[in-house]
């Protein structure tokens, strides 16, 4: 990899996905390394929400469910998410949050593993996962365990207890990549089912659930599916697991909703795990979000996302080596996500420090500095610049203020 400037300009000149970062509200300036917390605000995403409220909602009003197809949005826009991480149609519905999504997935996998007790998983996953494991187990009234083992071990846990295996495919903080087809063997070997988190993967890399047999998959709408602040979330249900008795059984859930029946009787197909009205408006957002991203090769995402994470990494080499930024990233590039993170006492400041410099990443407690690497947006010449600029907030020790001392209550 070349980096004089040319080289750098050659490398977004040939970018095969430069054209989309115009598709995109981003000011010229701003670097925007937080894709993998809130994604970037696609341009088509104004008008389509705009024609949502004045005229599904204000002229169609309540015809608008069958009319502007808001009652099928959550199957519509599951189907397209399927062909992003290798399900079927049929096989994901876009609803809820990742979280409530993890507490139905984990439902659904214990229902079908009734003489199993507990859940396992990594003792680092994403708090929401192991919070919604310990809510079950209270639920329970302790007869489903929450066991979080050691990350490297995780595997060497699985014994006849294990009903469940929850893992995140790609870390939330050191961004490592798990070998999805490999662990849900072992797993399955086990007699276990798996619920992936594809919270930092759908999106952003190849995921391929039938593929590797998953069983069971979360995964965000407001990461690197861009649907916007709060957008629902997907969960997917393998067909042959999609028996299961969902325990949040609402009426959308139901067989037939508005025959407006006695007793819950579940829909066949995905259709089971929604549960109610869905949040139409943020539906929207979400299809603008994902039809986007279909019509960009992910493969090619992916090899510019290795690109760029390699480029960020050789230029903090060069350029910040001295200022103790110890990496928490895998060293090899296969097992790297869409991001690069790095350990600093003083990371929380410096990531203050670079906000005001235009550089949004983003710090997570204790010590990390996490920069995301969407590469539908970014270019290549806009990680020399964030390096720069963390550069010179390093050496100028910028970061060190009392105001950037203070945490906000979101980081
Ligand atoms: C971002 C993230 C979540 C978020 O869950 P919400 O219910 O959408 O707040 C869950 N799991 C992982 C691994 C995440 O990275």
């Not at 004089?4 to 040939?14: K, T, Y």
């Not at 009003?61 to 599951?78: C, F, H, N, Q, Y």
């Not at 849900?184 to 039938?210: C, F, I, K, P």
């Not at 999609?242 to 059984?249: G, N, R, T, Y």
Request: aromatic letters at 8%; one cysteine or more; glycine letters at 8%.
């Amino acid at each position: 990899m070349t980096f004089d400037p040319a080289g750098i300009a050659a490398l977004d000149a040939r970018d095969p996905l430069r054209g989309f970062r115009d598709e995109f509200q981003l000011r010229e300036g701003l670097i925007y390394l937080d894709g993998n917390s809130l994604g970037a605000r696609p341009r088509a995403t104004a008008a389509r929400i705009a024609a949502a409220v004045t005229e599904e909602w204000g002229e169609g009003l309540i015809k608008s469910w069958l009319d502007a197809g808001w009652s099928t949005a959550p199957l519509r826009i599951g189907d397209k998410i399927a062909s992003l991480i290798g399900a079927r149609p049929g096989e994901v519905i876009a609803a809820d949050s990742t979280s409530v999504n993890i507490f139905k997935a984990l439902a659904a996998a214990i229902s079908l593993r009734p003489d199993r007790t507990v859940i396992l998983s990594e003792s680092t996953n994403f708090p929401t996962d192991v919070y919604m494991m310990q809510g079950i187990e209270a639920f329970s009234g302790g007869r489903i365990k929450a066991v979080r083992a050691d990350p490297e071990a995780v595997l060497d846990r699985l014994d006849a207890d294990v009903a469940v295996l929850l893992l995140t495919q790609v870390h939330y903080k050191s961004g490592l990549v798990r070998d999805m087809a490999e662990v849900t063997r072992r797993a399955q070997q086990a007699g276990a089912l798996v619920v992936w988190d594809l919270s930092h993967s759908a999106g952003a890399m190849e995921v391929d659930l039938n593929g590797a047999r998953a069983d069971f998959a979360v995964g965000c709408g407001y990461k690197y599916l861009n649907g916007g602040p709060g957008a629902p979330a997907f969960l997917f249900v393998a067909e042959r697991n999609q028996a299961a008795m969902p325990v949040l059984s609402g009426w959308f859930g139901h067989a037939s909703p508005f025959a407006f029946e006695e007793d819950y009787r579940p829909a066949g197909g995905i259709s089971r795990f929604q549960c109610g009205t869905p949040p139409v408006l943020g539906l929207a957002a979400l299809e603008c979000g994902i039809d986007l991203l279909l019509r960009a090769d992910i493969r090619e995402m992916r090899e510019k996302s290795l690109r760029l994470s390699q480029l960020f990494i050789e230029r903090m080499e060069l350029r910040c080596a001295e200022f103790g930024f110890e990496p928490v990233f895998p060293a090899d590039p296969k097992l790297r996500g869409s991001q690069v993170a790095y350990a600093h006492p003083h990371g929380y400041e410096i990531v203050q420090a670079l906000k005001e410099r235009d550089v949004i990443g983003d710090f997570r407690a204790p010590d990390i500095l996490r920069f995301g690497l969407a590469p539908l947006y970014l270019r290549h010449a806009d990680i020399v610049d964030a390096v720069e600029r963390l550069h010179e907030v390093c050496l100028s020790r910028a970061w060190d203020k009392p105001e950037y001392r203070l945490r906000a209550a979101v980081t």
